[in-house]
């Protein structure tokens, strides 16, 4: 049955009727491309621990350097993301996608043989190169396969895909190094990139932007020099348990002066990797604001959380990766429903909750000890998991339509660049916080050491307990007190996470809107000829 606005479209509908029937598959192939991405990530989360364990076991890395393996991903993926964006806008997502993934796949390769610290983390450099290009074509795709009112409900299935790579990447990497050495972690992602890039030929049409912009090479170099300088300052003022530290200051100083170059640069270009203007609209900046605030606290607290459950509960990696389920089964539980709650209550109601239980459930952390029932661990895990998705599943929605449809690319990349960062800086700042607390609180137990070993015992538990696994019996006094400082750290650390939280509620309850209001008749109407012009 046809209507006036049917007739009234030259071009008929705007997605074929052959991208139209497939697009659960297609979603499917997204998601699995999706996994990979941050499947990485989770993977890592059990094996740093075993990454900082000297060889042959581990690479003996330390505190900082595990930050940076983790932060050499992030930065080079957000740095990139808004480039990776244009590219596909200008010359098709699906090749984007092939490429970045053939990229990531190589990456991984190479990380799984790393002989040092600083190959992997190089390696690690090279795979977030790789998934700078596939993130933002993912949901670009979605964007333009589903129509607008299956919108919300797609992305909330692909926000549910998160968890899922929540959930199998800590058990994935447990099984791994219960059984085989710690690269297994990253060449298990080889044969899952070559199932994604066979389905992706078979099944995901091509689209681009009719008229994409141009790309921005000073803003790219600005951002990601920037972040690196503030990001190295931030890890450097842990590492030295010291923030006033000339060095520490002059960095933190020189990346903040070079990422105002980047916004009064992208302010005055034509063609800006990031549109500053978009922020002038309080309800888009508020919820970029809460993603970078969710992630920032999350990324934090599953870094000094696995240091908590395998070196001073004892557990294994796959105990451990077990011991995060709770945390993915409530993504994947919610985040697809989370709609429901926004349909019923609005954006702002639902948005507000789900950032006061995830402060509330970081606060909790300040209460676990050594001898704390494992199941309070488990409800923290399960409830942080239902705040997260009643937070990320609405302000992506929020995000994704505040946007032309031309611009997907660009509203995914800018999600993702700020959910990057927010994680980033979540490991850096909450990172060198744990590190700070925790070398202040075993420093004066130290004090029989050498000066270089004690420096070195101190930057984190491991590094204390491995020094005290090679003084053989007199190394046994240092068990305990080690623990105990990792504990204290662990409560301070867990209390500015939750701080960090808390900002985030108060900013989506000032500027996130409530109930959209039911459009009306005109308006539908002129939205429906938008979409199909």
Request: charge should be neutral; hydrophobic fraction near 55%.
């Amino acid at each position: 049955m046809t209507t006036p606005a049917d007739r009234a479209a030259p071009t008929g509908p705007r997605i074929p009727e052959a991208v139209h029937r497939r697009r659960w598959a297609i979603l499917g192939v997204l998601m699995l491309s999706l996994l990979i991405v941050v499947l990485d990530n989770s993977i890592l989360n059990v094996a740093i621990k075993t990454i900082s364990t000297p060889a042959p076991t581990g690479l003996g890395a330390t505190q900082s350097e595990l930050e940076w393996a983790i932060n050499a991903y992030t930065l080079v993926f957000a740095g990139l993301l808004f480039s990776a964006g244009l590219l596909g806008d200008r010359l098709g997502r699906k090749k984007v996608l092939l490429g970045g993934l053939a990229v990531f796949g190589v990456g991984s390769a190479l990380a799984a043989f790393s002989g040092s610290p600083g190959e992997l983390i190089a390696f690690r450099a090279v795979m977030g190169l790789g998934a700078a290009f596939v993130m933002p074509a993912t949901l670009a795709v979605l964007m333009n396969v589903f129509e607008r009112e299956e919108q919300p409900k797609a992305i909330g299935i692909w926000a549910g895909g998160v968890g899922l790579a929540i959930a199998i990447g800590p058990i994935t990497g447990g099984v791994l190094l219960d059984h085989f050495w710690w690269g297994s972690v990253f060449l298990v992602n080889v044969p899952i990139v070559l199932l994604a890039l066979a389905l992706m030929l078979w099944l995901v049409p091509d689209s681009r932007d009719p008229s994409p912009g141009r790309l921005d090479p000073v803003g790219v170099v600005l951002s990601v020099v920037g972040l690196v300088l503030l990001v190295y300052g931030i890890i450097k003022g842990g590492q030295l348990a010291d923030f006033t530290d000339a060095t520490v200051l002059a960095t933190i100083g020189a990346g903040l002066a070079v990422l105002v170059a980047f916004v009064v640069f992208e302010k005055r270009t034509d063609h800006p990797s990031i549109d500053v203007t978009y922020f002038k609209n309080k309800v888009f900046s508020a919820a970029i604001a809460a993603i970078a605030l969710v992630f920032f606290a999350l990324m934090g607290v599953t870094f000094f959380s696995v240091f908590y459950t395998q070196s001073v509960r004892g557990y294994s990696p796959l105990q451990t990766g077990l011991l995060m389920l709770p945390l993915a089964a409530a993504q994947l539980i919610f985040a697809p429903r989370a709609r429901l709650l926004v349909d019923r209550f609005g954006n702002k109601a639902t948005t507000t909750a789900g950032m006061l239980v995830l402060a509330a459930m970081l606060a909790a952390f300040a209460t676990l000890d050594a001898d704390t029932p494992i199941w309070i661990l488990e409800v923290i895990f399960f409830l942080m998991g239902t705040g997260m998705a009643h937070v990320m599943t609405p302000v992506s929605v929020v995000i994704m339509q505040a946007l032309p449809r031309e611009k997907a690319g660009s509203a995914s990349a800018l999600s993702n660049t700020f959910r990057q960062v927010g994680g980033a800086l979540g490991i850096a700042v909450l990172g060198s916080v744990l590190s700070a607390a925790y070398r202040t609180g075993i420093e004066d137990k130290l004090g029989q050491l050498p000066p270089a070993l004690r420096h070195t015992a101190g930057e984190s538990i491991e590094a204390t307990l491995g020094v005290a696994a090679k003084l053989g019996p007199q190394g046994k006094a240092l068990v305990t007190p080690a623990y105990d400082a990792f504990l204290h750290a662990m409560h301070v650390t867990a209390l500015w996470g939750a701080g960090v939280a808390l900002i985030g509620a108060v900013v989506v309850a000032l500027f996130l809107p409530g109930r959209q209001p039911e459009p009306q008749q005109g308006e539908e109407e002129r939205e429906l000829s938008d979409a199909r012009s």
